[in-house]
């Protein structure tokens, strides 16, 4: 079956850290992946994807490569802002399995301090 | 343009009461998903609308979940009668026919039952 696993919060960083958000997944066909964020009191918002190996998603200097190998995904971005602070969702669709409906991991928290 | 839009944002009552939700998806979006995240774990696929017509409601929880999509535009999602593992963030998402792989996420209701 399909499902997602990633790291468990909450993660807290001082600004301008690196950040890691580890995601491995289980599909049964050739899934397409992507991160959604949440910020505090907004709906989830897609912060980038990549649909097939090896691609990388980027977007606001966050960035995500596809890697069949590992079956992972994992958020990494150089340099955290306070804004950056918000729930970090992990998610794989698998239409080649005639389903496009979305699986997540549980989510990880992420707070900056400045 | 308008987005994803939920009502109500917070929802409080008892066991055993009747409580609606409705989701307002993007105009002219045909797919529309309902999602549902429990207690701070993995957000769930509960059903997904294809304009009127249920798609795929594998992931409904019981017989107590109703959903409908009358005339193909807003949704409503029922849950009579409620009961306390009902509590949790309900999450509309919807898609444009030519775009499946993109959902816009709503802000999600929050119920909690008593």
């Known amino acids: 079956g399909n499902s997602v696993t990633q790291m468990e919060g909450p993660v807290t960083l001082s600004e301008e850290a690196f950040l890691t958000i580890n995601c491995t997944y289980t599909?049964?066909?050739?899934?397409?992946l992507f991160w959604y964020v949440q910020y505090p009191g907004e709906g989830l918002q897609l912060l980038l994807k990549a649909t097939k190996a090896d691609d990388k998603g980027s977007n606001k200097g966050f960035e995500a490569t596809y890697r069949k190998e590992t079956t992972s995904f994992h958020l990494e971005k150089g340099s955290v802002q306070v804004s950056d602070s918000a729930v970090y969702f992990c998610a794989l669709s698998d239409l080649w399995t005639g389903a496009n409906n979305l699986f997540f991991g549980t989510g990880t928290r992420l707070t900056v301090i400045p | 343009e308008a987005g994803v839009t939920q009502f109500p944002s917070h929802s409080v009552i008892e066991k055993g009461q009747t409580v609606t939700l409705r989701c307002d998806p993007i105009?002219?979006?045909?797919?529309l998903y309902w999602y549902r995240r429990v207690m701070g774990k993995e957000i769930k696929f509960l059903l997904h609308f294809v304009k009127e017509s249920k798609q795929d409601e594998s992931g409904m929880p019981n017989n107590r979940f109703l959903a409908e999509r009358t005339g193909g535009t807003y949704s409503t999602l029922k849950v009579q009668p409620a009961e306390l593992e009902d509590s949790g963030v309900y999450f509309c998402?919807?898609?444009?026919?030519?775009?499946?792989?993109?959902?816009?996420f709503g802000p999600g209701t929050r119920l909690l039952v008593l």
């Open positions: 105009s002219g979006h045909d797919n």
């Open positions: 599909a049964t066909g050739y899934p397409s």
């Open positions: 998402a919807s898609t444009s026919a030519g775009e499946v792989e993109t959902q816009y």
